[in-house]
């Protein structure tokens, strides 16, 4: 019988309450009020704190505090990430992120997802679905980006968009729900 986070990582309804589920996201909590209370001038303590909560990252991560996430070890993150202030990661799933993107103030990167199904959504089970943004790419602020989403290699994405369908390489893409403008 699979456990809730295997269930969770499969991708198929779990329950997010369960126990080993719970302590999990409070040990991120705990990591992220360490970052975010961090000062500037405490880089060292910010590496060790994104090395414990994003094990899975390439060198020269930097975010910015504030930054929340669900987990932390969902994420894969390539050389050379920038998170701007205020990012929201729901990493119920694998959120992979290529090197040298930049993703801008107050993105948000949502894999988790409900039923549609209210009789469903009332079990207060919940699903989620992978988020894969190539290398080279920029997220404007304020971006949304919902489960699922694949975005190409050097794409850039115009500030305040909701990225609904994954979005080929080269491209200027931007609106609600985020369309391509042109090709780079």
């Known amino acids: 019988m699979k456990s809730e986070k295997q269930k969770m990582i499969a991708g198929e309804l779990y329950n997010a309450l369960d126990k080993e589920l719970s302590q999990e996201r409070i040990q991120a909590r705990l990591l992220l ?45 390539g050389k050379n990430v920038y998170f701007n202030f205020n990012c929201v990661v729901l990493d119920v799933m694998l959120v992979k992120i290529g090197s040298r993107t930049l993703i801008g103030p107050n993105v948000q990167l949502y894999t988790a997802t409900h039923p549609m199904n209210a009789k469903e959504r009332a079990s207060l089970l919940e699903s989620a679905k992978p988020i894969i943004i190539g290398e080279d790419v920029w997220i404007g602020g304020g971006t949304i980006v919902c489960p699922g989403v694949t975005i190409g290699d050097r794409t850039v ?28």
């Open 33 to 77: 009020k360490e970052l975010n209370d961090s000062r500037e001038d405490e880089g060292p303590k910010r590496r060790d704190v994104l090395k414990k909560l994003i094990p899975n990252k390439g060198k020269n991560l930097y975010i910015q505090p504030p930054f929340y996430c669900d987990y932390g070890y969902n994420m894969v993150v």
């Open 157 to 184: 994405i115009g500030a305040g968009s909701v990225v609904t369908k994954d979005l080929p390489a080269d491209v200027f893409a931007a609106g609600n729900p985020c369309k391509v403008i042109r090709e780079l």
